[in-house]
């Protein structure tokens, strides 16, 4: 049985509505594969990439839906709605709750989002969303990783948006 993550909007409940755009998700079904370069790691080909495989670096679009196991990927030279910016992991444990996961969890992408976009969060025009544990995903898959990431709710990027301090 395959578990899930949840994607938690913290400041981007618009965004949420913004990137809903063509599909969910937990929709994407069986398409390809994305293929990382075996040297760096980097995504070379846009594909589908299991939530619990993505790395700091990685880009993707459509990251509306709310509790995931696939997503998509695509080389961050591409245009995208979305970079994993900073990973953490949660303590080991009983399973602490859903707010207690969130609290974490936006505490954590919050202090790191200065030190990726280069502008304290407050100035920035850019907001910032994280994958967190579920229950299921706790409990069944020892999964304790938090993934935060930024997003550009006015347009797609392409490149990074390390240091981009906006």
């Given at each position: 049985?395959?578990?899930?993550?949840?994607?938690?909007?913290?400041?981007?409940?618009?965004?949420?509505?913004?990137?809903?755009?063509?599909?969910?998700?937990?929709?994407?079904?069986?398409?390809?594969?994305?293929?990382?370069?075996?040297?760096?790691?980097?995504?070379?080909?846009?594909?589908?990439?299991?939530?619990?495989?993505?790395?700091?670096?990685?880009?993707?679009?459509?990251?509306?839906?709310?509790?995931?196991?696939?997503?998509?990927?695509?080389?961050?030279?591409?245009?995208?709605?979305?970079?994993?910016?900073?990973?953490?992991?949660?303590?080991?444990?009983?399973?602490?709750?859903?707010?207690?996961?969130?609290?974490?969890?936006?505490?954590?992408?919050?202090?790191?989002?200065?030190?990726?976009?280069?502008?304290a969060?407050?100035?920035?025009?850019?907001?910032?969303?994280?994958?967190?544990?579920?229950?299921?995903?706790?409990?069944?898959?020892?999964?304790?990783?938090?993934?935060?990431?930024?997003?550009?709710?006015?347009?797609?990027v392409?490149?990074?948006?390390a240091?981009?301090?906006?």
């Amino acid at each position: 049985m395959r578990t899930s993550r949840l994607l938690t909007a913290t400041a981007v409940m618009g965004a949420a509505l913004f990137l809903g755009g063509c599909f969910q998700i937990s929709d994407l079904g069986g398409g390809p594969e994305a293929v990382r370069d075996s040297d760096t790691g980097e995504i070379t080909d846009a594909g589908k990439a299991d939530v619990f495989t993505l790395s700091v670096g990685d880009c993707m679009n459509n990251t509306s839906s709310e509790e995931v196991t696939d997503v998509p990927v695509v080389p961050c030279s591409d245009p995208h709605d979305t970079e994993v910016y900073y990973e953490f992991s949660l303590p080991d444990g009983e399973y602490p709750g859903k707010d207690e996961v969130y609290s974490a969890a936006e505490q954590g992408c919050y202090t790191e989002f200065s030190n990726f976009v280069g502008i304290a969060y407050e100035e920035s025009t850019l907001e910032f969303s994280y994958f967190a544990p579920t229950q299921q995903s706790w409990d069944q898959g020892d999964d304790r990783l938090v993934s935060c990431l930024v997003v550009d709710t006015a347009e797609q990027v392409t490149g990074t948006l390390a240091g981009a301090a906006r």
